[in-house]
């Protein structure tokens, strides 16, 4: 288990250098192919050991070996973040198609982290991507059945969040979501199912709240990034969904 838990690690490592890229670049409508790597100051080609996660940062001291400019902590930030969110799912779900769709979770949270953070957008082409792989797994490992009843709590939630947004709107008189924040739900219902995908709003909007007060009193022209906070909402619930599942049934008397 070990072996598997530092395999994915530095899976995750190298996962997590590329959606730097990933989300750097749709963000400013450039191809994530072409060109390659590069520093962003000169457009210097990277060679190979400037492109080994977190070490070439650290060996090169977080600067560009050829214009010698500072290189943003975010990238190697991201790397390790990757790699411990990956081998944190094999970890809590073991040998379980649950372990993929984490992964594909991860994946969102990190694209999500970097995007509206620090451009206010949440990529449709990502949450897009990512709804079709989680379908995948539901149908290859739970059947058509299931998975369409997956799909159905993924829509509902989704229209909540419509709603949640509309009333938003008309209460504060400007725009009281981000349609991505919008989005994102659908994959929340899709892997949470309608109750817990509600209690993903509520979570989200208690995490985001102090960072919301903080900015309203010293920044009160700033806008909230809310996708960071629902994406860590998506998947503390989904990490514990056995046990938040079971806390609300108690708690409406169901068991």
């Known amino acids: 288990m070990v072996w598997i838990l530092l395999y994915l690690f530095i899976i995750g490592l190298f996962v997590g250098s590329f959606y730097n890229v990933v989300a750097l670049r749709l963000c400013k409508n450039e191809s994530i192919v072409f060109p390659g790597s590069h520093c962003v100051n000169c457009n210097h080609k990277l060679s190979w050991y400037e492109l080994i996660p977190v070490f070439s940062y650290i060996g090169l001291r977080g600067r560009c070996h050829h214009c010698k400019k500072h290189i943003s902590l975010q990238y190697p930030l991201i790397e390790l973040l990757t790699g411990i969110l990956f081998a944190l799912s094999f970890y809590i779900f073991g040998f379980s198609y649950n372990t993929l769709i984490s992964i594909v979770l991860c994946s969102i949270v990190i694209i999500t982290y970097i995007t ?9 082409e990502v949450l897009v991507v990512g709804s079709i792989l989680i379908l995948l797994i539901y149908l290859i490992f739970e059947g058509i059945v299931p998975s369409l009843w997956h799909l159905f709590d993924a829509l509902i939630v989704f229209l909540i969040m419509v ?6 709107d008309f209460a504060f008189k400007q725009e009281s979501l981000g349609w991505g924040d919008v989005k994102l739900s659908f994959i929340a219902g899709l892997v949470l199912g309608i109750n817990l995908g509600i209690a993903y709003i509520v979570l989200g909007s208690f995490l985001a ?20 906070f629902l994406a860590t909402s998506l998947l503390i619930i989904f990490w514990n969904y056995s046990a938040i599942s079971s ?9």
Request: aromatic share 18%; no cysteine.
């Open 247 to 255: 806390f609300f049934m108690t708690l409406l008397g169901v068991v």
């Open 163 to 168: 709603l949640v947004k509309f009333l938003g």
């Open 209 to 228: 709240f102090p960072y919301a007060l903080y900015i309203s009193i010293k920044k009160k022209d700033s806008i909230l990034p809310f996708g960071p």
């Open 116 to 124: 509206d953070s620090k451009y206010m957008v949440i990529l449709d």
